[in-house]
């Protein structure tokens, strides 16, 4: 998948695709399925933070659960949901050998690997041209690309 939103670092600034690319685009995605947030759209008044960003904060913080969607929050999953976090941040590392391939993933998910390895500061964590008026006109717009074949996604009219 090659997203804005959900390129990966090396996609975006150099070009380079690869199957970590999609273990990156897949961590986004799963960071935002436990927030209920889209990293596109995320703001945090208080800190220039991007939902990647935010979501390393709360980790170091030791308070994932803040990070969590209240409508998919069930105490008795609470550590299962963790462990979904650790590895969203796991794959969206900024350097691609701190990435698991998604083979692992998937093991880290199912628990098959029960110790994962600790996660470093990921890419893109803080929101760059927060006060820059044009990217905001410009964010229901997404641009993706599967396969070379480039399709627009407008979002409302
Ligand atoms: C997430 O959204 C921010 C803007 O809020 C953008 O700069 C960034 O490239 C997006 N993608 C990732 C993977 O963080
Ligand atoms: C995925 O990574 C693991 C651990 O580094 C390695 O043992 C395995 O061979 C890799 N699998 C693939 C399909 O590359």
Known sequence: MKC????????????????KSDVFSFGVLLLEIVSGRKNT???????ELTLLGYAWKLWNDNNVIDL???L??????????????????LCVQEFVKDRPNMS??????NSEIKDLPAAKQPAF??????YDSESSSNQ??????????TVTLMEGR
């Open 41 to 47: 759209s995320f703001y945090h008044e208080e800190f």
């Open 68 to 70: 969590v969607d209240p």
């Open 104 to 109: 692992t993933v998937v093991s880290m998910l």
């Open 125 to 130: 964590t803080v929101r760059r041209g927060a």
């Open 4 to 19: 804005s939103g959900y390129m990966s670092p090396e996609y975006a600034m150099e070009g380079r695709f690869s199957e």
């Open 72 to 89: 998919i929050y069930e105490s008795g999953f609470k550590m299962e949901i963790i462990r979904c976090v650790n590895v969203g941040l």
């Open 140 to 149: 229901n717009q997404q641009i993706c690309s599967i396969n070379d074949v």
